[in-house]
């Protein structure tokens, strides 16, 4: 798990936060869950963003976390992919 989360696999990084919350590692967790929110991990985000409601992130870090969880969704959008998905959509539909 360690290792996946060091190669930048944003569900290992959500993982390993859970796991350091459970052990009650609390901002070692926060770090894991603003890595992975930075890689676009969404349940990273939503975490996130609960924990800030009970001052356990800064409003630095959470905001921080914001702007890169946005850059890395609009990253992962572009043409090509939106194209595939309407075609994926299309032939799914077709399957039936």
């Not at 060091?6 to 990084?13: D, F, K, Y």
């Not at 993982?15 to 070692?28: Q, T």
């Not at 800030?52 to 946005?70: I, M």
Request: hydrophobic share 40%; aromatic share 8%; proline share 2%.
């Amino acid at each position: 798990l360690e290792e996946a989360a060091i190669g930048g696999h944003p569900e290992a990084r959500y993982s390993l936060g859970s796991r350091e919350w459970k052990n009650d590692l609390i901002e070692r967790s926060m770090k894991h869950y603003i890595i992975g929110a930075n890689l676009g991990h969404d349940n990273s985000i939503k975490v996130l963003k609960e924990c800030y409601k009970w001052r356990d992130v800064t409003k630095a870090d959470f905001a921080g976390a914001l702007r890169g969880h946005q850059a890395a969704v609009d990253a992962r959008k572009s043409p090509q992919r939106e194209a595939a998905a309407i075609f994926q959509a299309t032939q799914a539909g077709n399957a039936r």
